[in-house]
């Protein structure tokens, strides 16, 4: 029948970036209850875990019927968002107090990981998208994940884990920096946002590995937290300089049309205020939390801009399909 070779045809069109769309609600999630809208961040929650299921059935599909096109995604920078979204859904359940299912998506990213980020720094070149930026994304993401679990759990390994994946985020947002195309601040369709939401997604890191310490645990000494205190304050800091840049240049070129690369904006938005909130408690400052809930806002609708902009266009996708299988069926 012709109906599922042409259903099969659009699915293939989904670019392996889509697991941003899951990163962006993810962290919706996980602002929203840093900023105490419970109700609204479970919805946001909900969003998420659907999203993340049919992420993993695609990637499974993939990887056991279709290896060509999932060793082809594989390399890409994209397919490193299967990594991020993992930790992401991860960090948000962990912070329910549902830490079984946390662990085990600790566990599923932690395998991932080295796979796809092998795969993606063999086909490293000059002047790249901000999607070069995932390496660093699902390496912090992973620090994120451990450090909340670690903390939570007591576990100390967790967290000494999670404070070494810290670190090689920042080396390697470093090398990404490097293989960026500084043009894409201007002509970037959505995803040269990463470049700022890999330091936001690090200074939460570092939030997460301060909050950490407990009285059940001694895991940094006087000078350890002294460091992590001001790399913290420091990636903030970039991250919101990143972000005034990039919301300046969206201002002098703007770049109204949907793309699916947008949900690679929504998510360092979103990521920005997370960090923002998080830095604030961790560290003690409570006059962050302003700002934090104000850049909440603007991730929530810039969220729910991109949501309208890809439901028109999957309704535009729909149209084009069933005109192509009416066509085949006159034949």
């Not at 967790?158 to 994946?165: D, E, G, N, R």
Request: aromatic fraction near 8%; glycine fraction near 8%.
């Amino acid at each position: 029948m012709p109906a599922p070779s042409h259903l099969r045809i659009w699915w293939k069109r989904r670019p392996p970036t889509a697991g941003a769309a899951v990163m962006a609600t993810g962290i919706v999630s996980a602002a929203l209850r840093l900023a105490g809208y419970e109700v609204l961040s479970l919805i946001a929650l909900a969003m998420t875990c659907a999203a993340w299921l049919a992420l993993g059935v695609d990637f499974l599909v993939g990887l056991l019927w279709q290896r060509d096109r999932w060793a082809a995604e594989a390399r890409t920078p994209g397919a490193l968002t299967a990594v991020a979204a993992t930790t992401v859904l991860g960090t948000d359940f962990s912070a329910l107090g549902r830490q079984v299912p946390a662990a085990a998506l600790l566990a599923l990213a932690t395998v991932l990981w080295p796979v796809l980020l092998g795969l993606f720094v063999r086909n490293w070149r000059r002047r790249m998208s901000g999607a070069v930026f995932l390496c660093c994304v699902a390496t912090e993401g992973l620090a994120v994940l451990g450090a909340t679990l670690g903390g939570a759990t007591a576990t100390a390994w967790l967290a000494h884990a999670a404070l070494a994946l810290f670190w090689l985020g920042l080396v390697l947002y470093g090398l990404a920096l490097a293989r960026f195309d500084m043009r894409q601040v201007l002509e970037g369709a959505g995803d040269h946002w990463i470049a700022g939401g890999a330091l936001a997604i690090s200074a939460l890191a570092g939030a997460k590995l301060i909050a950490a310490e407990s009285r059940r645990l001694y895991l940094w000494n006087d000078d350890d937290l002294g460091v992590l205190r001001e790399v913290t304050l420091a990636l903030l800091v970039l991250d919101l300089a990143w972000y005034v840049v990039l919301l300046a240049a969206e201002v002098a070129r703007p770049r109204l049309r949907y793309d699916r690369r947008r949900w690679a904006t929504v998510f360092p938005l979103g990521m920005t205020s997370a960090a923002t909130l998080s830095v604030a408690a961790a560290l003690g400052i409570p006059w962050l939390r302003g700002p934090g809930e104000v850049l909440l806002w603007i991730a929530v609708a810039a969220w729910l801009a991109v949501a309208a902009g890809a439901v028109r266009s999957a309704r535009a996708g729909a149209r084009v399909l069933r005109r192509g299988i009416r066509s085949t069926a006159r034949r």
